[in-house]
């Protein structure tokens, strides 16, 4: 008879508490910055100046309008579905936040002498779980605009949900080529081998692009924000939404972003390595503090894309979107897969 | 065709090249000319602390003017009444008393004079029309209000404070 100990580590469970929390603040932080950043880069484009009057250079300004939107009135429609109708920004806002549970945001820290990863769950379906997320996303915008029983947000979370499902699959196709060279789904691994090996951006160019493409689709940004048209949608999804609620469906897309880019950092821009990392001769606890202002700076400059490629490309047409879906990134995807096989096969044999 | 203007263009409907088809090199051309506006001078005025000048000639919110030892110009004659095609100004004339010569520049001055400033539309006239040189327009504006009556501008907000005899003005 083996007596089951259960021993908790409770160190290990202070060390993953604070880990979340760090990462879920940070994450929280960035997406309120993104929306001034938004703003700044969306002015600069335009040749204006963007938010300047709260704060210096307009940095209260998401403070602002956060306390705003807590101060507004919440109004669920009359014939909403009020379970689903608050249910819908909730699961919205939890999907975007779960997905930074397996993104390696460093190396090992070794405070006091003890090892502490900088990755909340290591897990070795690590790419699974987040297409599995993403997946979920789609929820909260379906439930949002059926709950709200408004013909308009109805048909925006139809053209979303057949959206997202659509450029998932090209997204998955384009990771698959990914994982045949790394031979791992777990982030970390794919981080590490990119920390010895070259970027997988120099091997998988074109994954890489269906990737980016798929990831604009799948945060429902410019060019593909059709799910939140405001002119023939009158907003979309989010119509009948005020207040907070509101509130977590814009959020909830800045999570997105901000998750998105660090996604790409790490599958395809080495994450928090970078080059040269391990000839500088540095210490190992300075050189992942390193590594994680290297993956903060790549998530950055993602970000920025995000917002530069919106303020210069105009929305797709639905038809448009699909084709676009359907016709090419999919079959692109698909020679990408097999191409990447082939020289796989041709290389080992 | 004769154009009117040398800049039309033909419509090239010839149909896309895979180049063209391929879109990702148009889409670089275009994020490269948005790149390029972020670096651009902005046209924005920050309003507040920067003033766009105003021109030499601009006409803004009229004062009345006193002379080199500064009594009131004014003689309330009227013809800056007579000349506004708004019909914005009215006053009211008084006799100078024994004693006030050093207020008064002439025997006779405005009591009471004053101008709407919303049914003033700027043009001048007064100005012009002045045979005292003592209605001017000066370079500000009128600020906001939030009633009507504040914009019935009197002596006491028009008259450039005296440098001689400096005296409160009660609003």
């Given amino acids: ?349 | 065709m004769q154009t009117l203007t040398n800049r039309a263009k033909q419509v090239d409907r010839r149909p896309m090249t895979f180049m063209e088809k391929l879109y990702l090199p148009a889409i670089l051309k275009g994020m490269g000319i948005t790149l390029s506006h972020i670096f651009k001078k902005k046209a924005t005025v920050n309003y507040p602390e920067e003033k766009r000048p105003f021109s030499p000639v601009f006409r803004g919110l009229h004062i009345l003017n006193r002379d080199e030892e500064g009594r009131e110009r004014c003689t309330a004659c009227g013809l800056c009444a007579v000349a506004c095609p708004a019909e914005a100004i009215t006053m009211e004339a008084a006799e100078r008393l024994p004693g006030e010569e050093h207020l008064y520049r002439e025997e006779k001055y405005a009591a009471r004079y004053e101008i709407n400033m919303l049914r003033c539309i700027f043009c001048g006239f007064c100005e012009e029309a002045c045979p005292k040189q003592a209605i001017y327009m000066s370079e500000t504006f009128a600020p906001a209000n939030y009633q009507r009556k504040g914009f019935i501008y009197g002596k006491e907000d028009l008259l450039i404070p005296d440098p001689k005899h400096p005296i409160t003005v009660k609003k």
């Fill in chain 1, 1 to 349: 008879m083996t007596a089951l100990h259960i021993v908790i580590d409770w160190t290990f469970v202070i060390e993953k508490l604070l880990l979340i929390s760090a990462v879920l603040g940070i994450s929280l932080l960035i997406a309120m910055y993104s929306t001034w950043g938004e703003r700044k880069v969306a002015a600069w484009i335009q040749d204006r100046r963007g938010p300047n009057r709260a704060g210096p250079m307009g940095l209260l300004q998401p403070l602002a309008d956060g306390g705003k939107l807590f101060f507004k009135e919440e109004i669920i429609p009359a014939t909403a579905n009020r379970f689903l109708f608050v249910l819908g920004p909730s699961m919205a806002m939890l999907t975007a936040c779960l997905t930074s549970a397996v993104i390696p945001w460093g190396d090992m820290l070794t405070i006091a002498g003890k090892e502490v990863s900088l990755q909340i769950a290591d897990v070795n379906i690590g790419v699974l779980w987040i297409m599995a997320v993403v997946g979920m996303g789609v929820y909260g915008i379906m439930i949002g605009g059926w709950a709200s029983n408004n013909k308009f947000s109805l048909m925006a979370a139809c053209r979303g949900a057949s959206q997202v499902i659509s450029y998932e699959l090209p997204m998955g196709l384009a990771l698959i080529a990914l994982f045949m060279i790394s031979g791992s789904l777990s982030l970390k691994d794919i981080v590490e081998q990119q920390r010895n090996g070259v970027w997988f951006v120099l091997l998988q160019p074109i994954g890489f692009l269906i990737f980016l493409i798929c990831a604009f689709a799948e945060c429902n940004r410019t060019p593909f924000d059709l799910p939140e048209a405001e002119n023939e949608l009158n907003g979309g999804y989010h119509l009948e939404y005020s207040s907070m609620k509101l509130g977590f469906y814009l959020f909830a897309e800045y999570i997105n972003m901000f998750i998105s880019s660090a996604l790409m950092s790490t599958l395809y821009f080495g994450g928090y390595s970078f080059p040269y990392m391990d000839s500088l001769g540095l210490s190992p606890n300075t050189l992942t503090i390193l590594g994680i202002c290297a993956l903060f700076i790549k998530t950055f400059i993602f970000i920025f894309i995000f917002m530069w490629v919106r303020w210069t490309i105009p929305r797709f047409r639905y038809d448009q979107l699909m084709k676009l879906g359907w016709k090419v990134l999919i079959p692109l995807a698909l020679v990408n897969m097999l191409a990447t096989g082939a020289v796989i096969l041709f290389r080992q044999g």
